[in-house]
C-alpha cells in the first residue's frame, strides 16, 4: 500500500527503498511464484510444451481468461474478508445471475432465443462474389438473415439448380424473419438486470447480517443453498412459459451476446477495470478505509463512528454484483445457463484466490491485486498440472487447491513455528499425520509416472511414499526434541 | 552462617529474551526464597510480563537459566510449569465462560468416574471445599461467565491452589477489583502464605507492594534494576527506581478559566431492564464549561463508562432525559452523529475498542478525519500523512513513523495516538473513559499535561479514572457516581481521597 510512505523510508534508514519495499511484499511473492510454477511445470513435462511458442501462447491466453473470470469473484470475495466476513453463496450467486440473464433474454427476445440453427447475415460483398449475385438482387438478399454460412456455402457449391436454390432460400427467409439477432437494449437489460440481482442479494445478506443478526457464514451459506435451487426453479417457470415446456437449461445461439467472450480481450478488461476500481475503492476512499477498519476492530470502527452496517451493505453488495458480473460472462462463455451444474464449488476457489492473495479471513488486511494475483497462481498451478498430467487432469483440481491454500496460508505461521524450533509432527498426531501425507504422496507419485510411462505404475507411487515417509519421519526423530538451552 | 541459609526456591539467572526487534529481557537475574511474598514492579514494558511468561511457561523458549529448587526448569508448556508447582494468574482471566466454576477448576484434569466418565459431582464437592477455603459464596456449578469480575479471579487462585501450586504468580489482580474484593483479596493471599505458598506479585500500584510485600524487585526497560527489601526503601525511592527519574509532583490546574457552557445533561436516565437496579444511570444532572476539566469518579459498575457512552450515542438502548450541545438539545443514537456534533470519546479498552491493530500509526489517526484527506472523495496520500505527522508532533508521540505498526508503540503512545484521531475532528467535548489504564507512570503525567493544555485551549474535558490521585491531579470539579446515581460533586479545593471514597461507597440520594 503506497499510501503515508513518503516520509517513513526515511526513518528506516538505508536499505528500505520503495523498490525494495515492493519486491517485499506478498504481490511481488506471487507475481515470482507465478512465473517460477510456469518454468517448473515446462521443464517437467516431458514435451515441454510451455517452451514451444504457440502452446505458450495458448497457455497463457487460457489461464488469462481464467483468471479473469475467478479474479472477478475474488476481488469480491477479497472486499468482504477484508470487512471481516465471508460470502459462501458466490457459486450460486453466478448460476442465479446467469439464470436470470438467461430468463430476461428469453423473455424479451423469445423469437430470437429459438433458434435451433444458426443464421448469417450475407455482406454485399460476399453476395456479389457468389453465383447468387447474378440470380438474386443483392439489395434484396443483403438486409435478409441466412442459415448458417456453412450450410449454406454447401447448398452452392453443390450448384443446386435456380429453382430449386430459390425455393430453398425462399424457405429460409421466411424463417429468417424470426431469428433476428438479440437487439442490444434487450442484451443491456438483460445484464442489467442479472448485475441488479447480485446487488439484491449483497443486500439481502446485508441485512440478515445487520438487522437480524445472523452470522455471515449462516446468511450465506443460506443464500448458497437457497439461490441455485431458486435458479432451477426460475429456469423450469421460464422455459415452460416461453419454450412449451420446461427445461433445466437455457441455451444462447446468438453471435452478439457471445462477442461478450469470444473477443477474448472484454472478460480481462472487465477483469482489469473492477481491479482498478476495487484497488480505486480500498485505498482511496473513505468507505474502503472503513472495511480495514471494520475487519480489523469492528468494535472500535463502530465507536470512531463509522456506520459499519452501512459499510457490511456495500461490501456484500460488491460480491454479490462481482458474482452477478462472472455468471453473465460465464453465461457468454459456455453459451447457455445451467443453474444446476454452473459454477458449483466457485465460492471456494474464490475465497481460496482471495487467502492465497493475502488475505487474512481475521479480517482487515488484503489488497484486491493480490486477489486477482491468487487467482492468477491457482490457475497457473493448475495449468501447469495438466501440462504435467496428460490425462483427467480436471480431477486433480480440488486437491491442487487445497495444498496451495493450505501452504499459503501455512507459510507464515511455519516461518514462525520453524524460528521457535517446535516440532512439526509431535506425538501420535504425528505419526498419523506422517501416514497421510505419505499415502498423498505415493497416489500423486503413481499419477506423476502414468504421465511418463503411459500406464499405471505402482513402483512409482511406492517410491514416493517411501521416500516421503523416511523423510517425515526423519524430521520428527530429528526435530522432535529441540535442543534444550543448557 | 552461610550453610543455615536454604537455597532459593527460585532463581533466575542471566534470563534474556528477545523478540524480533526488541530485546524484551536482558541479563535479568533475581532469587526468591520460599514463602516470601516477591513484588515485581516496573513501567509498562519493563518486561515483567515477559519475565512472567517464561516463569510459568508460556514462553518456552529464551537464553539464561531458571532454576526452581536448585533444578533447571524446562518447562514445554504451562502444563510442565502447573505440574512444577507453579501457576500464574494472568491479568485477563483465563477462563471459559460457559462453563461452571467447578469445570473451570478442573479443567483439563477432569474427575472421572469408574466408568470414564466425567465426574460432575465429584468435582463441584471439591470445588465447594476449595472456595470455602477463600471464603467466597459462588456455587460450584455457577457458570462462570454470570460471575463478577472478582469472583472469577478467586476462581483461578481456587483452580491454583488444587494444582497444589508451590508458587503463585498474580499478575496486577487488583485492577479490576472493587475496594471490598480488594481487602478480600489481601486476606486470601494472606492464607495462601499460612500454607506456605510463594507469591509473585506484579503491580504499578504502591500502595499493595507496600502492604503485602517482602521484597521488591524493580525492571526498567527489560533489565534487573534493583532487588531490594521493602522494609529499607520508600515509595519514592522505588518510584525513582522504575522511571529513572525524579517525578515531579504534576500540579496542574491553577489559572483555568473556564468560559461559557458547552454541555447540559438534566436528568439523564438508562434504563436496565431485568436487573434489580433497573436503572443504569438515574437522573444526572451537571454541566460542563468550556476550559473546563470535570472527573466522574466511583468504583467499578457505578456507570461511570455507562454515561458517557450515553452522551456519545454508543449505547444500544435509548436513554431518557436532555442532553444540551452548544444551546442545541442533542439525541444521538449513533457515534457517528456525536462525532459530527463534536463529541469524542477516547474509550477505555484500548485495544479491544479503540485500536486497529493491523494498521499504520498514521491510518489509526486519520481514521476519524478521512474526509479531510479527501478532497472530492478521494483520499490524497500526501496530505493524510501531513495529517498524521501534525498530530504526532503536536502530541508528542514517540513513533518512528506514520507507517510505524501501531502495536509497536507503547501504551501511552498508543493513547496519544488515539487522543490525536479525535482532536482531528474538532472536538468541542472530549470524553475520556479512564485513559491512563495500563500507561506506565512518566506517560500518565505526559497525558495530564496535554489534557490540560487542551483544556486552557477552550476545550470542555470530562474525564473518569479508576484511580483518585488522578482525577484529583487533572479537574476542575469531580462528580462521584454510586450505582448509577450522582453521590456527590467536590470542587478542585473541597475534593480529598477521603470525602471522594465515603460518597463512592455510600448510597446517599440526595
Known amino acids: ?486 | 552462617m552461610p550453610l543455615a541459609q536454604l537455597p532459593p526456591l527460585l532463581s533466575i539467572q542471566q534470563v534474556t529474551k528477545r523478540f524480533p526487534g526488541v530485546v524484551a529481557l536482558e541479563d535479568v537475574w533475581f532469587n526468591v526464597q520460599r514463602g516470601e511474598l516477591h513484588a515485581i514492579m516496573g513501567e509498562n514494558g519493563a518486561g515483567k510480563s515477559t519475565l512472567m511468561k517464561i516463569l510459568s511457561g508460556v514462553i518456552t523458549e529464551y537464553e539464561g537459566a531458571v532454576l526452581l529448587r536448585g533444578q533447571p526448569t524446562a518447562f514445554g508448556g504451562t502444563r510442565d510449569a502447573e505440574a512444577a508447582g507453579v501457576s500464574i494468574i494472568h491479568q485477563e482471566l483465563n477462563l471459559v465462560e460457559q462453563l461452571s466454576a467447578a469445570a473451570n477448576i478442573f479443567l483439563g484434569r477432569e474427575k472421572r468416574t469408574r466408568f470414564g466418565l466425567i465426574d460432575n459431582r465429584g468435582m463441584q464437592q471439591a470445588a465447594a471445599t476449595l472456595l470455602g477455603l477463600l471464603e467466597c459464596s459462588i456455587r460450584p456449578e455457577q457458570l462462570v461467565g454470570e460471575l463478577r469480575v472478582g469472583d472469577q479471579q478467586l476462581i483461578e487462585i481456587a483452580k491454583a491452589i488444587s494444582l497444589e501450586a508451590e508458587i503463585l504468580i498474580m499478575d496486577e489482580p487488583t485492577s479490576a477489583l472493587t475496594e471490598t474484593e480488594v481487602a478480600r483479596l489481601y486476606r486470601v493471599i494472606d492464607r495462601l502464605r499460612a500454607r506456605g505458598v510463594t507469591i509473585l506479585y506484579i503491580s504499578h500500584k504502591m500502595d499493595e507492594v507496600f502492604r503485602l510485600a517482602d521484597r521488591i524487585t524493580v525492571l526498567r526497560d527489560g533489565k534487573l534494576v534493583k532487588s531490594v527489601d521493602r522494609a529499607g526503601v520508600s515509595r519514592r525511592e522505588i518510584t525513582h527506581l522504575m522511571v529513572g527519574r525524579e517525578l515531579e509532583q504534576t500540579r496542574l490546574g491553577d489559572g483555568r478559566m473556564p468560559t461559557e457552557t458547552v454541555l447540559q445533561v438534566q436528568n439523564l436516565c438508562l434504563a436496565w431492564p431485568g436487573h434489580a437496579r433497573q436503572w443504569r444511570l438515574k437522573d444526572i444532572n451537571f454541566s460542563l464549561r468550556r476550559g473546563e476539566i470535570l472527573g466522574f469518579a466511583g468504583l467499578m459498575g457505578a456507570g461511570r463508562t455507562e454515561l458517557l457512552e450515553t452522551l456519545f450515542g454508543a449505547r444500544m438502548e435509548k436513554h431518557s432525559g436532555q442532553i444540551v450541545l452548544d444551546g442545541q438539545p442533542v439525541a444521538f443514537s449513533h457515534p457517528q452523529q456525536a462525532r459530527r456534533a463534536g463529541v469524542a470519546l477516547v474509550t477505555e479498552d484500548r485495544k479491544r475498542l479503540g485500536l486497529f491493530s493491523q494498521m499504520s500509526v498514521g491510518k489509526n489517526i486519520t481514521v476519524c478525519a478521512l474526509s479531510d484527506a479527501a478532497p472530492g472523495g478521494v483520499i490524497n496520500p500526501s496530505i493524510e500523512a501531513q495529517l498524521a505527522r501534525q498530530s504526532i508532533q503536536e502530541l508528542g508521540v514517540k513513533t518512528s513513523g506514520v507507517e510505524a505498526s501501531i502495536t509497536s508503540l507503547s501504551g501511552g503512545n498508543q493513547q496519544k495516538a488515539i487522543i490525536g484521531r479525535w482532536l482531528l475532528t474538532k472536538p468541542k467535548v472530549l470524553l475520556l473513559d479512564d485513559p491512563t489504564r495500563g500507561i506506565d507512570v512518566g506517560a500518565k503525567a505526559e497525558i495530564y499535561r496535554l489534557l490540560d493544555r487542551l483544556c486552557r485551549q477552550g476545550l470542555g474535558i470530562i474525564v473518569t479514572s479508576s484511580e483518585l490521585p488522578e482525577l484529583l491531579t487533572v479537574c476542575d470539579r469531580i462528580i462521584v457516581l454510586c450505582e448509577g446515581r450522582q453521590s456527590g460533586e467536590f470542587a478542585r479545593g473541597e475534593a480529598t481521597e477521603q470525602n471522594i471514597m465515603e460518597a463512592a461507597t455510600n448510597v446517599a440520594v440526595g
Open chain 1, 1 to 486: 500500500m503506497p499510501a503515508l510512505d513518503n516520509h517513513s523510508a526515511d526513518h528506516h534508514g538505508a536499505g528500505e527503498s520503495r523498490w525494495m519495499r515492493i519486491l517485499r511484499s506478498g504481490e511481488a511473492k506471487l507475481v515470482i511464484a507465478i512465473i517460477a510454477v510456469f518454468l517448473i511445470a515446462g521443464a517437467i513435462d516431458p514435451a515441454h510444451n510451455y517452451f514451444h511458442q504457440s502452446s505458450f501462447l495458448g497457455s497463457v491466453d487460457l489461464i488469462v481468461r481464467q483468471t479473469a473470470l475467478l479474479g472477478i469473484v475474488a476481488l469480491g470475495a477479497a472486499v468482504v474478508i477484508i470487512a471481516g466476513g465471508i460470502d459462501l453463496s458466490i457459486g450460486s450467486m453466478i448460476a442465479f445471475s446467469a439464470t436470470v440473464c438467461a430468463s430476461l433474454l428469453l423473455l424479451l427476445a423469445p423469437e430470437e432465443m429459438s433458434g435451433a440453427v444458426k443464421w448469417y447475415r450475407l455482406t454485399g460483398e460476399e453476395i456479389n462474389r457468389t453465383a447468387l449475385g447474378e440470380k438474386w438482387n443483392s439489395a434484396e438478399l443483403a438486409d435478409h438473415w441466412f442459415a448458417d454460412q456453412a450450410t449454406f456455402k454447401l447448398a452452392l457449391e453443390k450448384s443446386m439448380p435456380a429453382d430449386e436454390l430459390k425455393s430453398h432460400l425462399a424457405t429460409l427467409l421466411s424463417q429468417a424473419e424470426k431469428n433476428k439477432p438479440i437487439p442490444v437494449w434487450v442484451i443491456a437489460v438483460a445484464v442489467s438486470g442479472a448485475i441488479l440481482s447480485g446487488f439484491l442479494v449483497g443486500s439481502l445478506h446485508a441485512w440478515l447480517i445487520t438487522v437480524v443478526g445472523l452470522p455471515p457464514f449462516i446468511a450465506t451459506l443460506s443464500t448458497l443453498v437457497g439461490l441455485r435451487s431458486m435458479a432451477r426453479v426460475l429456469c423450469f417457470q421460464i422455459t415452460s412459459y416461453k419454450q412449451g415446456g420446461p427445461k433445466t437449461i437455457i441455451n444462447i445461439f446468438d453471435d452478439g451476446f457471445r462477442t461478450l467472450t469470444n473477443q477474448h480481450w472484454i472478460p480481462i478488461a472487465v477483469c482489469l477495470v473492477l481491479l482498478a476500481a476495487v484497488w480505486l475503492f480500498l485505498q482511496r476512499t473513505i468507505a474502503g478505509r472503513h472495511v480495514y477498519a471494520l475487519g480489523g476492530n469492528e468494535q472500535a470502527a463502530r465507536l470512531s463512528g463509522i456506520r459499519t452496517e452501512n459499510i457490511k451493505w456495500l461490501a456484500y453488495a460488491i460480491s454479490a454484483m462481482a458474482a452477478s458480473i462472472t455468471g453473465v460472462l460465464q453465461l457468454s462463455y459456455v453459451s447457455s445457463a445451467d443453474p444446476q451444474t454452473q459454477a458449483v464449488g466457485y465460492e471456494l476457489n474464490a475465497i481460496a484466490a482471495a487467502v492465497v492473495g493475502g488475505c487474512s479471513l481475521q479480517g482487515g488486511v488484503g489488497t484486491a491485486l493480490g486477489a486477482v494475483l491468487g487467482g492468477m497462481f491457482m490457475w497457473t498451478v493448475l495449468n501447469g498440472i495438466s501440462m504435467v498430467i496428460k490425462e483427467n487432469a480436471d480431477t486433480y483440481q480440488g486437491w491442487v487447491v487445497g495444498v496451495v491454500v493450505v501452504l499459503a496460508v501455512a507459510f507464515n505461521q511455519m516461518r514462525q513455528s520453524l524460528s521457535q524450533s517446535r516440532s512439526f509432527f509431535p506425538g501420535v498426531l504425528g505419526y498419523v499425520t506422517i501416514t497421510s501425507l505419505s499415502l498423498i504422496a505415493g497416489l500423486m507419485g503413481m499419477a506423476i509416472g502414468k504421465s511418463f510411462r503411459g500406464e499405471p505404475v505402482g513402483l512409482a507411487g511406492l517410491l514416493a511414499l517411501g521416500t516421503t515417509a523416511v523423510f517425515l519421519l526423519a524430521l520428527k526423530w530429528m526435530g522432535g526434541r529441540p535442543a534444550k538451552n543448557q
